[in-house]
């Protein structure tokens, strides 16, 4: 027997901008029960965006390493990090 989705819903962040395209709410929700929990980390502004729990780490991750490298102004090279145009 198929068991439903069960989702837990957090509150939005919210205006987060859109390059060309104006601003929206992110919001995040964890699906907590249901048959397929492989990606149970959802994050959904025009699009959905489902993750794995080590998705959801290596996005907190990388994150938390954006916000450290912006409050203290570190402009170092790393050989992972990738310059756009």
Known sequence: MTRPDSWRLYEPLADVSLPDLGKADLYVAAKIDGDDLTRPIRLDMLSAVDLTLEQSAALRATLERAEADVRSGVVEAD????TCG
Request: glycine share 0%.
């Open 79 to 82: 050989p992972q990090e990738v």
